[in-house]
């Protein structure tokens, strides 16, 4: 197996070629020598720890956790600012399992087929509205390292972390965004990823911002010493570390070239509203575009987190020998985002839902096992009825996020009867109880189209049936929440 030595001790992969454009599971045995110290680092993925042999304990966010017992299974979460001691006579052992969320990257080249022609103004404008946007949807939560240039290379923006090297080094220059990393030299445009080394000894990755063959700037990252620095006390990044932070910065380029896809489907539908203007035409092909584009905006939202703890899940079985749930989980998920990228329709049939639904509470009971309790009752023929797709597990999801945050044991409960023609959906939580105010409160930013996490709930259906619907959010008996939903459903003859 390969080994990756640094200045505190050493880790020995067990995957042979660590190639992030195939690797699933980054898995290694790290040894840390007697009274040595591991510097402080950023995560970039999270971590399943196994203790082997050894006594030492980690500092987390500043918080110190012990590490001495054998068999102990630890967990640490992506974005973490982690520290590792070996406090004995004897080396610090320790199984590692991380899982970065794979991004393909295909390198685009512009050959003038296919791609859209920007102007200079135009690529500036399409990368700021990216940059906006990203930053309003998720960029401002991250605790990453990064910074964002446009295509002339000026610095567009830029994170407040970076490591604790860079900042003893380098912080007046970063703050003025002349830094060395920040003014290095780049041969514009680009379109396949680069990297360089900084005057400290720092490698810095840089991925293009690619838009329909168009170069709208990069994003440039990492900042990770990958060898030792002579007379520098460094923390020498492991791989997996390496690949998590090519990946991280990979989604973020991918999130801005989707934002801009967005933007591009805004100005499409402006210049349609110009030609169909008042005309029966133009509201019917409006309708139609927005009904579209919010429905496959609603359908991916996925959760990553939910995701990633699924994932860990099957790896903690796979190392416990438990293969039967681990195949059983694997087809739950394939089940989940099969029916998420395959389905074309805004409607399906009531069986389709329920299985897309089934498929996300079996992945839940997986991550809770006897802790979470699951309640189904369905009093109606599934195949007799059409109803919108994926408007059922947005609640489910809702609950679990939200709902059972200081529950230890979990209840779901899901009810579906027929109501002198309509179908009524009932789902209820053992969370905390709200108030009628507060359900009130939910119910108005459900209707006012707010950024509430329970607006596309309502958005669904509304879609689908207009004013055609009900739905109620109330306080359930003796605790949680209760959602129920009447439709005017169409009946499959």
Known sequence: MPRQKTDWGYIDWLEENMDESRAALNVGVVTIFPHAHMNPHIHFTEQVIYTLQGTGYSLINGKKIDMSIPGEILHWEASVIHEMYNEGEEEFKHLMVSCPDMVKFDPVHPDGTGGCSLSGQEAEEYLLAAVSGTCEQFLNTLHYSYAIFNASGMLAKRTRVFPEFCCLHCME???????????????????????????????????????????????????????????????????????????????????????????????????????????????????????????????????????????????????????????????????????????????????KEYEYLNAYLKLQKLRYGERLFLNRVIETDMEEWKVPFNFLMPIAENAFIHGFSQEEDKRFSLAVREQKEQLVFVMENNGTRPSREECGSVMNKMRENSSHGLAMVYRKPYSVYGENFSIEFAPGVPDGVRITIALQAERIL
């Not at 000894?201 to 990770?224: K, M, S």
């Not at 402006?270 to 005309?279: G, N």
């Open 173 to 351: 220059e970063i703050s003025s965004g002349e830094a060395a990393c920040m003014r290095h030299c780049v041969c514009y445009p680009f379109y396949e990823e680069m990297s360089f080394e900084c005057p400290y000894g720092a490698t810095v990755f840089c991925i293009p911002i690619v838009f329909h063959g168009a170069f709208l700037g990069y994003i440039q990252g990492g900042y990770a010493h990958m060898h030792i620095v002579p007379e520098r006390e460094v923390y020498i990044m492991p791989e997996s570390s390496i690949q998590g932070a090519k990946i991280l910065l990979r989604q973020i380029a991918k999130a801005m070239t989707d934002y801009c896809e967005v933007c591009q489907f805004k100005k499409q539908l402006s210049r349609q509203e110009l030609e169909l203007a008042d005309t029966h035409q133009y509201q019917e092909v409006l309708i139609e575009n927005l009904r579209n584009a919010e429905n496959t905006m609603t359908d991916l939202k996925i959760n990553n987190h939910f995701l990633f703890n699924t994932l860990n899940q099957m790896a903690s079985m796979a190392l416990g020998g438990g293969m039967v749930s681990l195949y059983q989980s694997i087809l739950d998920l394939s089940c989940l985002f099969s029916s998420a990228v395959r389905n074309n329709s805004s409607m399906v049939t009531l069986t």
